[in-house]
C-alpha cells in the first residue's frame, strides 16, 4: 500500500500530540515562568490546547481517510 504525504503528517501529528499530552515537565515548566496568559491559569491554555490538537488530528485523519475512500465497506 503506498502512503502519501497525509499519512505520514497524521502520524507525526499524533505523536507530537501524545509527547506533549504525556510529558509533564512542559506543563510544569510554562506554570512556574507564567502564571497566567490572558487571565487565565496556564494549565487550563495548555490541556484546552492539547484537547483541541487532538481532537483536530482525529476529526484530520478522519476526514482525509474519508475522502480516500478507505472508511467504504
Not at 515562568?33 to 478522519?62: E, G, K, N, R
Amino acid at each position: 500500500m503506498k502512503h502519501g504525504i497525509h499519512f505520514y503528517a497524521v502520524r507525526a501529528w499524533f505523536l507530537l500530540n501524545a509527547f506533549v499530552a504525556l510529558y509533564p515537565p512542559l506543563y510544569w515548566a510554562g506554570g512556574k515562568q507564567h502564571p497566567f496568559i490572558h487571565d487565565l491559569p496556564v494549565s487550563f491554555v495548555y490541556f484546552m490546547a492539547v484537547c483541541i490538537s487532538i481532537t483536530a488530528s482525529i476529526l484530520y485523519a478522519f476526514w482525509a481517510d474519508s475522502k480516500a475512500g478507505e472508511l467504504t465497506s
